[in-house]
């Protein structure tokens, strides 16, 4: 679900932790459990005209065509926001949310795309991917694990938090 929509389920109590990918989030009603920066490239595949190039700008990429995940989700709308904040836009060729697919399809064509790197790094170590190096646009992503203030923690949910803070943070 989107950020927004995940929020409003913490403040109406239906659910009782979220995990955001997106920019810093930070609210006095919440508790921000776990938190950390990830790393995101503009990645091609490794046989792409921009692999090893230096020095890249946004307007070298910004034609080219791009295969995102959703619209108004998480990091795609951080790359959207700052976008708009240099009057640029990408159309996508593709919207899709699976990463997996996102990848693939990046690796065997001449697309373009947007990922943290926790999603494109074995790829990209298997040399079917390539980091641009795009040197004029750096985005903050956060992956915070987060809870209403308010909320009650059962012993159980105690121990998911635990869990969740020391194994999926872990990389």
Known sequence: AD??????MLDHNEADLVMTLDRHSYD????????????????????SKFAGRKGL???DIINEP????EHGQGYRRVLDRE??????EVTPVLEIGRTDVITTVVADSNMISFLP????????????LCYLDVCDMHLDIWKQLIYHKNKWLS????????????HDFSN
């Open 66 to 69: 791009f295969i995102l995940t």
């Open 155 to 166: 012993k159980s949910l105690k121990t998911v938090i635990e869990y969740i803070k020391t």
């Open 83 to 88: 976008l708009a904040k240099r009057s640029l």
């Open 117 to 128: 790197d926790f999603v494109t790094r074995e790829a990209a170590d298997a040399g079917k």
């Open 3 to 8: 950020t927004a929509v995940m929020f409003d």
């Open 28 to 47: 006095k009603d919440y508790i921000i459990a776990k938190e950390e920066r990830l790393s995101t490239h503009f990645v091609a595949s490794a046989n």
């Open 57 to 59: 700008s946004i307007q």
